[in-house]
């Protein structure tokens, strides 16, 4: 995860072109970074930056000289329209700040959504339409603030709910209409008891925010969000078997330590795969078969120790391949060299120590704070980082001090804010980075009547992650049963944390 950066973007010339574009690699970057589209091209040859393999020197070295020197997609994705803000997004137009959003539309700051249109600041949806401010929901519609609901329409402020209609604050539903907290209601006192409720009012907003809370303290918490698996552990896996130890698997089977996957088979220490099988310690890998080692590698099979290869087969130590067989470091041999020259390569990283061992961090392009290993997995200080002899990266002066208007200062309605908005800079009331409001962006939030944001978008996004538990397990005892359990809910956690057996008696 330390060589995944989604969210960090840098304006820099096209080392091709020239042009102005947005990039993971800011300009000083050692290696030239292409434009995607101009990555893709075929008037530019990376076998021209083949070299012979040095047994002299341990192999992490010499695919350091190599990672030097070639050159690199600005940001991944593929098939998209109207989508230059957007980093790994693919088969989706029209979407601004999203990161790993598939087959969407019309989204703005959103992260992990499938078959989704026409919502802002959601995480972790699929199959959702006009929502805001959305986590791990599935199959809604104007939905606002919801957490690990589904099937869910014009509800608001919802936690674990499903089926539910017109429901406002409520936690642990199924099947219901015009509920308040959790109190049924008639269709006309909803609506009179809701006409009441001024959601941008911040005072209403906490008021709502501290009831749905204590709902939630008394509700049972599912000790692993599963549906249809069988013998599986971790947390958020669907219609999968025998994975162990994972989180957010989709349709997969036989895994082990893989997190964020969908279509996966055999797959043992991986993050990121996606319809592959047989595939260990590596990350982003697409449709790949029978390879280790490799990072965002797309239509293949046995690769090994590969970086950003397309449609490759049989290659080592190779970055930036497509349609290649039989390469060692960039380098093309033919099948028979390539068969005789592999296993002395493999020997010489047995005694090295190498083989069998992921790229070191210390490789990585990106600075540790900008990766997913940070943000995601396991936050360090930067005098850690350091110690470690890992990059570090400082924030520059001009993300901040830069605001034109103060957000805090105005008590203006959303229906009284003026298109001139989108001229202005405003500062993130937490972290005080500068962010700015599209035109796109306040046309939604008028239409469903939504107050100004006062925080940046990567406190909004940091505050949705904080809505899942941490991607790590313990032993607990079913707080009901006393039945033993592995969670994701830390054993000195507030909430009542129960089996899947107590849990369905109780909620239905």
Same mark, same amino acid.
């Given at each position: 995860?330390?060589?995944?950066?989604?969210?960090?973007?840098?304006?820099?010339?096209?080392?091709?072109?020239?042009?102005?574009?947005?990039?993971?690699?800011?300009?000083?970057?050692?290696?030239?970074?292409?434009?995607?589209?101009?990555?893709?091209?075929?008037?530019?040859?990376?076998?021209?930056?083949?070299?012979?393999?040095?047994?002299?020197?341990?192999?992490?070295?010499?695919?350091?000289?190599?990672?030097?020197?070639?050159?690199?997609?600005?940001?991944?994705?593929?098939?998209?329209?109207?989508?230059?803000?957007?980093?790994?997004?693919?088969?989706?137009?029209?979407?601004?700040?999203?990161?790993?959003?598939?087959?969407?539309?019309?989204?703005?700051?959103?992260?992990?959504?499938?078959?989704?249109?026409?919502?802002?600041?959601?995480?972790?949806?699929?199959?959702?339409?006009?929502?805001?401010?959305?986590?791990?929901?599935?199959?809604?519609?104007?939905?606002?603030?919801?957490?690990?609901?589904?099937?869910?329409?014009?509800?608001?402020?919802?936690?674990?709910?499903?089926?539910?209609?017109?429901?406002?604050?409520?936690?642990?539903?199924?099947?219901?209409?015009?509920?308040?907290?959790?109190?049924?209601?008639?269709?006309?006192?909803?609506?009179?008891?809701?006409?009441?409720?001024?959601?941008?009012?911040?005072?209403?907003?906490?008021?709502?925010?501290?009831?749905?809370?204590?709902?939630?303290?008394?509700?049972?918490?599912?000790?692993?969000?599963?549906?249809?698996?069988?013998?599986?552990?971790?947390?958020?896996?669907?219609?999968?078997?025998?994975?162990?130890?994972?989180?957010?698997?989709?349709?997969?089977?036989?895994?082990?330590?893989?997190?964020?996957?969908?279509?996966?088979?055999?797959?043992?220490?991986?993050?990121?795969?996606?319809?592959?099988?047989?595939?260990?310690?590596?990350?982003?890998?697409?449709? *790949?078969?029978?390879?280790?080692?490799?990072?965002?590698?797309?239509?293949?099979?046995?690769?090994?120790?590969?970086?950003?290869?397309?449609?490759?087969?049989?290659?080592?130590?190779?970055?930036?391949?497509?349609?290649?067989?039989?390469?060692?470091?960039?380098?093309?041999?033919?099948?028979?060299?390539?068969?005789?020259?592999?296993?002395?390569?493999?020997?010489?990283?047995?005694?090295?120590?190498?083989?069998?061992?992921?790229?070191?961090?210390?490789?990585?392009?990106?600075?540790?704070?900008?990766?997913?290993?940070?943000?995601?997995?396991?936050?360090?200080?930067?005098? *850690?980082?350091?110690?470690?002899?890992?990059?570090?990266?400082?924030?520059?002066?001009?993300?901040?001090?830069?605001?034109?208007?103060?957000?805090?200062?105005?008590?203006?309605?959303?229906?009284?804010?003026?298109?001139?908005?989108?001229?202005?800079?405003?500062?993130?009331?937490?972290?005080?980075?500068?962010?700015?409001?599209?035109?796109?962006?306040?046309?939604?939030?008028?239409?469903?009547?939504?107050?100004?944001?006062?925080?940046?978008?990567?406190?909004?996004?940091?505050?949705?992650?904080?809505?899942?538990?941490?991607?790590?397990?313990?032993?607990?005892?079913?707080?009901?049963?006393?039945?033993?359990? *592995?969670?994701?809910?830390?054993?000195?956690?507030?909430?009542?944390?129960?089996?899947?057996?107590?849990?369905?008696?109780?909620?239905?």
């Amino acid at each position: 995860m330390a060589w995944r950066n989604e969210r960090s973007l840098y304006h820099r010339p096209c080392s091709k072109t020239g042009k102005q574009i947005l990039s993971v690699y800011p300009a000083d970057t050692p290696f030239p970074v292409y434009e995607r589209k101009e990555w893709l091209q075929d008037d530019w040859d990376p076998l021209r930056y083949g070299r012979d393999y040095d047994f002299s020197r341990p192999f992490f070295d010499q695919f350091a000289d190599l990672l030097a020197v070639v050159p690199r997609a600005a940001l991944n994705g593929q098939n998209t329209e109207n989508a230059d803000y957007c980093n790994f997004a693919f088969d989706s137009r029209t979407c601004y700040m999203c990161q790993c959003v598939y087959v969407c539309e019309s989204l703005l700051y959103a992260y992990w959504l499938l078959n989704c249109r026409d919502c802002v600041d959601c995480s972790y949806c699929f199959e959702c339409e006009l929502c805001y401010d959305c986590t791990d929901c599935n199959h809604s519609y104007h939905c606002r603030s919801c957490i690990l609901s589904h099937n869910c329409t014009d509800s608001f402020f919802l936690y674990d709910c499903r089926g539910c209609t017109n429901c406002f604050g409520c936690v642990g539903l199924r099947k219901k209409s015009y509920c308040l907290f959790n109190q049924q209601l008639t269709k006309e006192d909803y609506e009179a008891r809701m006409a009441q409720i001024d959601l941008e009012n911040p005072e209403h907003r906490e008021a709502a925010m501290k009831k749905l809370v204590e709902l939630k303290r008394n509700h049972p918490h599912l000790y692993s969000v599963q549906e249809k698996t069988e013998q599986c552990t971790g947390d958020y896996i669907f219609e999968s078997k025998t994975c162990v130890d994972c989180f957010q698997m989709y349709r997969c089977e036989d895994c082990q330590w893989v997190q964020d996957t969908d279509g996966v088979q055999d797959a043992l220490d991986c993050y990121h795969p996606g319809w592959s099988e047989l595939i260990y310690e590596s990350y982003s890998l697409v449709s *790949q078969q029978s390879s280790a080692f490799c990072i965002q590698c797309w239509e293949g099979h046995g690769n090994f120790y590969c970086d950003t290869c397309q449609h490759t087969e049989h290659c080592f130590g190779c970055i930036s391949l497509q349609q290649s067989k039989f390469c060692i470091l960039n380098k093309q041999y033919t099948e028979e060299e390539y068969g005789l020259l592999l296993p002395k390569i493999v020997k010489h990283m047995q005694s090295t120590g190498e083989y069998g061992e992921f790229f070191p961090i210390t490789l990585s392009p990106f600075a540790y704070n900008e990766t997913l290993a940070h943000e995601q997995h396991r936050p360090l200080s930067k005098e *850690q980082v350091l110690a470690h002899g890992w990059k570090w990266k400082e924030e520059t002066e001009t993300s901040t001090g830069k605001e034109t208007i103060r957000l805090h200062d105005s008590s203006l309605s959303i229906t009284e804010v003026s298109d001139a908005i989108t001229k202005e800079i405003l500062a993130c009331e937490r972290c005080r980075k500068n962010y700015r409001i599209i035109p796109q962006e306040l046309a939604f939030y008028r239409t469903h009547m939504i107050p100004l944001p006062r925080l940046c978008p990567d406190c909004r996004y940091t505050d949705r992650l904080m809505t899942r538990n941490p991607r790590h397990l313990w032993q607990r005892t079913c707080a009901d049963c006393q039945k033993p359990i *592995q969670t994701s809910y830390a054993p000195d956690r507030p909430e009542r944390v129960v089996c899947e057996e107590c849990y369905l008696k109780e909620i239905y």
